[in-house]
C-alpha cells in the first residue's frame, strides 16, 4: 500500500514530543552531533522554543519533520556554529531559516520533501511576512534545493562548530518560487 501522507504545523505538547521522538530516531543514526542528552528530548534545542514546527505523518507515525526559524535576539539558529569568515547576507526581516529537515531513510526519494517543503510554504506565505528563506546543508542536498529553484549563495564549503567535520553550504530562494515550481514539478499529475 503507498503511504498516505498528512501534512500539519506541530502545535500541541504531544504533536512537538512525536517530532522530537523522531528527531532522535533518525539523528541517532545519521547526526549524534546535535544531540543533546542533558535534557528531557535529546532531540530538541533552544531554537525550537521560537520557531515553527511541520511534519509529516504515515499511519500516525511521523515520518518526516522540519521548521522554520527567524531571526531573534541578534542572530539565527546557526549563527553560534558559523565560521568567522562565513557571513549570512540575508534580510533578517524578510527571510526564514529553514532547519532540521529531518526525513526517516525508508520515506527517502519518494518526493516527500517536495510535499513537506510545498506545505510548509503555503503556510508561510498566507501567515507571515517572511519572502525568503536560507537553509545550510551538506553537498548532497544542494542539488536537491536547485531542483525547487534555490541558488547556491557561495562556491565554497565551509565547517560548521560541532557538526561531525562536514562541509556545508548555503542555499537561499524566494518562498514563492519554491512554492509554485514544487506544485508545478512534482506534485503536478
Same mark, same amino acid.
Given at each position: 500500500?503507498?503511504?498516505?501522507?498528512?501534512? /500539519?504545523?506541530?502545535?500541541?505538547?504531544?504533536?512537538?514530543?512525536?517530532?522530537?521522538?523522531?528527531?532522535?530516531?533518525?539523528?541517532?543514526?545519521?547526526?549524534?552531533? $546535535?544531540? @543533546?542528552?542533558?535534557? @528531557?528530548?535529546?532531540?530538541?534545542? $533552544?531554537?525550537?522554543?521560537?520557531?515553527?514546527?511541520?511534519?509529516?505523518? @504515515?499511519?500516525?507515525?511521523?515520518?518526516?519533520?522540519?521548521?522554520?526559524?527567524?531571526?531573534?535576539?541578534?542572530?539565527?539558529? #546557526? !549563527?553560534?556554529?558559523?565560521?568567522?569568515?562565513?557571513?549570512?547576507?540575508?534580510?533578517?526581516?524578510?527571510?526564514?531559516?529553514?532547519?532540521?529537515?529531518?526525513?526517516?531513510? /525508508?520515506?527517502?526519494?519518494?518526493?516527500?520533501?517536495?510535499?513537506?517543503?510545498?506545505?510548509?510554504?503555503?503556510?508561510?506565505?498566507?501567515?507571515? =511576512?517572511? $519572502?525568503?528563506?536560507?537553509?545550510?546543508?551538506?553537498?548532497?542536498?544542494?542539488?536537491?534545493?536547485?531542483?525547487?529553484?534555490?541558488?547556491?549563495?557561495? @562556491?565554497?564549503?565551509? !565547517?560548521?562548530?560541532?557538526?561531525?567535520?562536514?562541509?556545508?553550504? #548555503?542555499? !537561499?530562494?524566494?518562498?514563492?518560487?519554491?512554492?509554485?515550481?514544487? =506544485?508545478? /514539478?512534482?506534485? /503536478?499529475?
Amino acid at each position: 500500500m503507498p503511504p498516505s501522507f498528512i501534512f /500539519k504545523k506541530a502545535v500541541t505538547e504531544e504533536e512537538y514530543s512525536a517530532i522530537y521522538k523522531s528527531r532522535l530516531d533518525i539523528c541517532q543514526k545519521d547526526f549524534p552531533y $546535535i544531540l @543533546d542528552f542533558s535534557g @528531557d528530548f535529546p532531540a530538541k534545542d $533552544i531554537f525550537d522554543d521560537y520557531s515553527t514546527l511541520f511534519y509529516v505523518t @504515515d499511519n500516525n507515525k511521523v515520518v518526516a519533520s522540519c521548521r522554520i526559524t527567524p531571526y531573534k535576539n541578534g542572530e539565527w539558529e #546557526i !549563527s553560534s556554529s558559523m565560521p568567522d569568515n562565513v557571513k549570512l547576507t540575508v534580510d533578517k526581516d524578510k527571510a526564514i531559516q529553514l532547519n532540521r529537515v529531518y526525513i526517516e531513510e /525508508k520515506y527517502r526519494n519518494q518526493n516527500l520533501h517536495a510535499f513537506m517543503f510545498y506545505h510548509f510554504s503555503e503556510w508561510v506565505l498566507k501567515n507571515t =511576512k517572511f $519572502i525568503t528563506y536560507f537553509a545550510i546543508c551538506k553537498i548532497g542536498l544542494v542539488r536537491l534545493y536547485k531542483n525547487i529553484g534555490a541558488s547556491l549563495v557561495n @562556491d565554497e564549503g565551509f !565547517s560548521l562548530q560541532g557538526r561531525g567535520g562536514h562541509q556545508y553550504y #548555503i542555499v !537561499s530562494g524566494r518562498i514563492d518560487d519554491f512554492n509554485f515550481i514544487i =506544485k508545478n /514539478k512534482f506534485l /503536478k499529475k
